[in-house]
């Protein structure tokens, strides 16, 4: 069954990029509907706006079809002779399929890589170039200096709640159950059946990204990082650091790999970091952090559907939720002088699940799956309390319905009203 999805996001943003000058980068996790926004969304768009089919030039590097073009030489060469005359669009799918190679004109000279086929594509004032891509290291690391400032990266997620509500429709707190469950990988929607969606999900972590991370950095050891994204999934919401990481598959690995794994991991990403931030020191702790799955029902699929605790699924929503909205999220820490049982002065460190930044734009977010009495709800609002500033300070919640401020002026909404409408988090 085919299911057009909107992409409206994304849309606009290649819109309001087209003939800037650049690479348009679009970077996310394989099958989260890079190529769909690029090769349909966008192609659509473009045809019912007079450019001519002909004018747009295609490199699917992942089919055979192209397997040629792979040679990053051979790649320039194809599509320089196929833009001549007028203006053309180049659409390249999964650019960092393309190895470096040993130059041919001279004997130990540079390699020759996929950067200098785009930049020297960016010299010709005919051309508008578009590529996907699926390792952030490659790229997102590497864009400003490789491309000299000419890279515009446009990061894309699987499907928003808000994005898979509106292709499903129906009972918004079902939907959102199954949200929960399964995820947002585009694919989801198009299979019938718990069993089927499960395979799907399962056969997708192992057959790909798993075989992605060991094929490109050559991992002997898949115990290890089986163990490690394992160690991840268990852990949504919980601070830790690769020595944690190493100690938890014990005799396995060391410190440093664990470092080094965690880094291909989220270099692919499947998980993103959040560092911990000291709201009044106003400076970053090295270790530990946290780490949140990209797509819940890759998370779901890894651990057989094992530990399924809504509250931190939950809290994994509100943070992908608010990456997919452009703010940098960090993990808040504030430090108070208080007293222990027997009086003594002591310093605690309080927690805000979520500083969100973008721009001049901060708010701070809680998430709270159920305030259920008083201590609970102190909890919660505590370190809101000790915050000295006037930004907006927002409670996501699972057990309230209409949203409303209390007393101190903090928002309570209902994490699907959340998720649903993205006016909550601006000003």
Same mark, same amino acid.
């Given at each position: ?28 996790i394989r099958r989260s509907g890079k190529s769909y926004l690029l090769f349909d969304l966008f192609k659509n768009y473009l045809i019912e706006n007079g450019?001519?089919?002909?004018? /747009?030039?295609? &490199? ?5 079809? =192209?397997?040629?073009?792979? *040679?990053? @030489?051979?790649? #320039? !060469? ?16 999964? /650019?960092?399929? &393309? ?5 041919? =004109?001279?004997?130990?000279? *540079?390699? @020759?890589?996929? #950067? !200098? ?67 947002g990988m585009p694919r989801i929607l198009s299979i019938d059946g718990d069993a089927a969606r499960a395979k799907y999900l399962k056969t997708l972590f ?138 003594k002065s002591i310093r605690v460190a309080k927690e805000i699940d979520f500083i969100a930044n973008k721009g001049d734009v901060k708010i701070y977010v ?62």
């Amino acid at each position: 069954m085919y299911m057009e999805i909107k992409r409206d996001l994304y849309l606009d943003e290649l819109r309001s990029r087209m003939w800037n000058g650049m690479v348009k980068i679009i970077t996310g996790i394989r099958r989260s509907g890079k190529s769909y926004l690029l090769f349909d969304l966008f192609k659509n768009y473009l045809i019912e706006n007079g450019v001519e089919k002909n004018d /747009i030039i295609e &490199v699917k590097l992942d089919k055979i079809d =192209y397997i040629g073009l792979r *040679d990053p @030489i051979k790649l #320039y !060469e194809y599509i320089k002779d196929r833009c001549v005359e007028g203006k053309k669009y180049v659409f390249i799918d999964e /650019i960092q399929l &393309v190895p470096s190679i040993s130059n041919p =004109y001279l004997e130990n000279g *540079d390699r @020759i890589t996929f #950067y !200098e086929t785009l930049n020297s594509l960016l010299n010709m004032d005919n051309v508008d170039i578009y590529v996907t891509g699926s390792n952030s290291k490659m790229l997102s690391t590497d864009i400003l200096t490789q491309f000299r400032g000419r890279g515009d990266e446009i990061r894309i997620h699987p499907l928003s709640f808000s994005e898979y509500y509106s292709a499903v429709g129906g009972d918004k707190n079902e939907a959102y159950g199954h949200f929960l469950k399964y995820g947002g990988m585009p694919r989801i929607l198009s299979i019938d059946g718990d069993a089927a969606r499960a395979k799907y999900l399962k056969t997708l972590f192992d057959e790909t990204y798993l075989k992605d991370i060991r094929e490109r950095y050559r991992i002997d050891r898949l115990d290890a990082l089986d163990n490690i994204i394992d160690a991840l999934c268990s852990s949504i919401g919980s601070l830790t650091n690769p020595r944690n990481i190493a100690n938890t598959v014990s005799g396995m690995i060391s410190e440093n790999t664990a470092r080094l794994y965690l880094s291909y991991i989220v270099d692919a990403f499947l998980f993103t970091e959040s560092k911990r931030y000291d709201v009044k020191g106003r400076q970053y702790f090295s270790y530990p952090m946290k780490y949140y799955c990209e797509d819940l029902g890759l998370r779901n699929a890894h651990m057989n559907f094992r530990q399924y605790e809504e509250t931190h699924l939950m809290e994994n929503a509100v943070f992908n939720e608010l990456v997919i909205r452009g703010f940098d999220v960090d993990v808040g820490v504030v430090t108070v002088n208080t007293h222990d049982s027997n009086g003594k002065s002591i310093r605690v460190a309080k927690e805000i699940d979520f500083i969100a930044n973008k721009g001049d734009v901060k708010i701070y977010v809680q998430s709270a799956f159920a305030m259920y009495d008083d201590e609970k709800r102190e909890k919660e609002l505590d370190p809101f309390k000790r915050v000295n500033d006037s930004f907006k300070k927002i409670i996501v919640r699972g057990d309230t319905g209409m949203r409303h401020f209390d007393d101190n002026g903090f928002l309570h909404v209902n994490i699907i009203d959340f998720l649903l409408d993205k006016s909550i988090t601006e000003y």
